[in-house]
């Protein structure tokens, strides 16, 4: 899980940057309102989808004028249907216009991961496996969207670099084995989890034997990943990656590892389709 406070800095550094590029000097075009205008607006979704981004959506507005209101008529996580009404804003009409589009931004592309991890996460809920992210994330985003992973109902692998070790092929061949490339993690960062990647069994039993934490089985297919399992019976922890898909992804759960990882939670996710409404009133202001 996410750092309660890293999560917090993520959301008001994201919304400082994504405002920044979209107001700029300043938004011309809503100083066509009256400054004066008050307004009431809101979102709904128009298709299916579990909804996620909320504290960025609340910061967004906060950040644009901290006197906005916003009234939630949806839970962060929840399964919602096509012109379903999910929040409200409340407040002056220019600050609510200026803010629209990256509030939506942020909403419409959390909300797409959080719905494809929730599709995937269904097809093996009857399994104990759990379906893990990587860091194939959009840049700047990589909290954001690894936070609406889990809304969706999947697992974080590693955040970054910096807090586990993901051992691969030039790793291993710049230290000139596994053996001493987990040995020489464990000496850096006593506690770090390590993780291995291997393509062969040869090589399982070499992870095994230097006692790697975690061991990805890179392009296994189904019957050697069941032998692995077999194989490995608790010594490690087992975790399936390559080239899995909503076709292949029941069978590789079926064999017994521990972990799937799948890119396409983050990186092929399709923003989800909102729209924002004013509410039949006068513009014009005082």
Known sequence: MIDPVILKQAVIDNVN?????DVGS????????????????????RETAIICGQPWVDEVFKQVNPSLIVNWQVEEGQFVTANQQLFSVTGCAQAILTAERTALNFLQTLSG????CHEYAKLVKHTPVKLLDTRKTIPGLRVAQ?????KGGCY???????????????HINACGS???????????????PVEVEVECFAELEEALAAEADIIMLDNF???QLIQAVERVKGRAKL??????????LVEVATTGVDYISIGMLTKDCRAIDLSMRFEEQNLKGN
């Open 113 to 116: 991961t959080a719905t494809i």
């Open 221 to 223: 297919s189904p019957e």
């Open 17 to 21: 940057q994504a405002l920044a590029e």
């Open 239 to 248: 975790e399936a990656s390559g080239g899995i898909n909503k076709h292949t």
């Open 178 to 192: 596994i053996t001493n490339a987990v040995n020489q993690a464990k000496q850096l960062n006593p506690g770090k």
């Open 26 to 45: 300043g938004d011309i075009t809503a100083q066509l309102i009256p400054a004066k205008a008050e307004a009431t607006a809101y979102v709904i979704s």
């Open 146 to 150: 690894k936070y609406a992973v889990t």
């Open 156 to 170: 974080n692998h590693r955040i970054g670099l910096y807090d586990a070790y993901l051992i691969k092929e030039n």
